[in-house]
């Protein structure tokens, strides 16, 4: 019978009925999909020395609304990117607006995001 409250000791060391090794993984390229600030992703940026001679992170703040249009402005699926303008030269920013396709009411989305 297995022990359901196994000691730290017993678990480190007795290989539980639910057991299943791990996958060796073996390739020439390898994708890492956790996230920039991921356990993985900062070992390897230590490992490897990744974060040398790079940019910083920056971090942007944004607002977004939701406005019900006249269908005869809406174009569901039409989608606008726009960078820079009003902001100046030096700054990052951009704005966006979505055309969504969901139910009969036609609603688009506007954003504006800067750094």
């Not at 942007?60 to 606008?80: N, S, T």
């Amino acid at each position: 019978m297995i022990d359901p409250f196994p000691s730290p000791q017993q678990r480190l060391f007795v290989l539980q009925a639910g057991f299943a090794r791990g996958m060796e993984l073996h390739a020439r390229l390898t994708l890492f999909g956790e996230g920039c600030h991921g356990s993985l992703t900062k070992s390897l940026f230590h490992q490897f020395n990744l974060r040398h001679s790079c940019q910083p992170q920056t971090y942007g703040l944004g607002l977004k609304e939701l406005w019900e249009v006249e269908p005869a402005k809406h174009f569901p699926g039409h989608i606008e990117h726009t960078i820079g303008w009003p902001a100046p030269n030096d700054m990052y920013a951009g704005s966006f607006t979505y055309h969504l396709k969901e139910g009969d009411t036609p609603l688009v989305a506007i954003g504006y995001v800067v750094s």
